[in-house]
């Protein structure tokens, strides 16, 4: 079956610019989360949903960062005025419940120039 | 608060047996995993531990002890294609069900 999908899977952002990063995740998964990747670092955690409640976004980097997931599904995560920083591989996750195991999707490579 | 330390890098031969470790302290544990992450693709589950002991998966197992805060991950009959990085990852049960991961260990298998 279908697995987890995001979008973009690579953007190029200039210092300044807002983006917005699409995760799909599997059908039927109830919780979904967002990690972000450094180069040669493991995921660290952002935020995650329970269908459309935000439950935990104490990883959320600045209040530059915002992440929405309206009818439990699809989800977005949205950097506003780029910086630099933010350049890394964001990753979501899905799972059939918090307890469940999380299927990654192929993250979506940001780089802010 | 979490620390979750396993090695950077490793290189073993092809054929070969390979064991991963990863130490973690945790305020709370309820469960670890450990995920294969090919460069630039996601990391894909490979196994999950929540009770002491072994748990073999074809050429994968895994091992868990709670009271030490250890685990390793065992990779029998090395393939090239199994040069990619491992992650070590802990779930705190009172963090809900975010996952901490470990730094990944780079694992590379020569001919």
């Known amino acids: 079956g279908a697995g987890v999908s995001q979008s973009p899977r690579y953007k190029v952002a200039k210092r300044g610019q807002d983006v917005a990063l699409r995760c799909d995740p599997i059908?039927?998964?109830?919780?979904l989360f967002w990690y972000q990747q450094a180069l040669g670092q493991g995921p660290e955690f952002l935020t995650y949903?329970?269908?459309?409640?935000?439950?935990?976004k104490s990883g959320l980097p600045s209040d530059r960062f915002f992440a929405e997931r309206p009818e439990g599904s699809v989800s977005t995560l949205k950097i506003q005025r780029t910086q630099q920083e933010d350049s890394a591989v964001y990753l979501c996750?899905?799972?059939?419940?918090?307890?469940?195991?999380?299927?990654f999707g192929p993250g979506t490579r940001l780089l802010v120039l | 608060g979490q620390n979750i330390d396993q090695p950077t890098e490793m290189t073993a031969t092809e054929g070969a047996i390979v064991q991963i470790n990863c130490t973690y302290q945790?305020?709370?544990?309820?469960?670890l995993f450990w995920y294969q992450q090919h460069a630039g693709e996601a990391p894909t589950f490979l196994s999950y531990?929540?009770?002491?002991g072994l748990e073999e998966k074809g050429r994968f197992s895994s091992f868990l002890s709670r009271s030490k805060g250890y685990s390793y991950l065992l990779l029998k009959e090395l393939q090239m294609k199994d040069s990619a990085s491992y992650l070590c990852?802990?779930?705190?049960?009172?963090?809900?069900?975010?996952?901490?991961f470990g730094q990944g260990t780079e694992l590379s298998v020569k001919p």
């Open positions: 059908s039927g998964h109830v919780s």
């Open positions: 996750a899905s799972s059939l419940g918090l307890a469940e195991t999380q299927y």
């Open positions: 945790t305020s709370g544990f309820n469960g």
């Open positions: 990852a802990v779930r705190d049960q009172n963090q809900g069900g975010k996952l901490i």
């Open positions: 949903f329970q269908n459309e409640a935000q439950l935990d």
């Open positions: 531990n929540v009770l002491d």
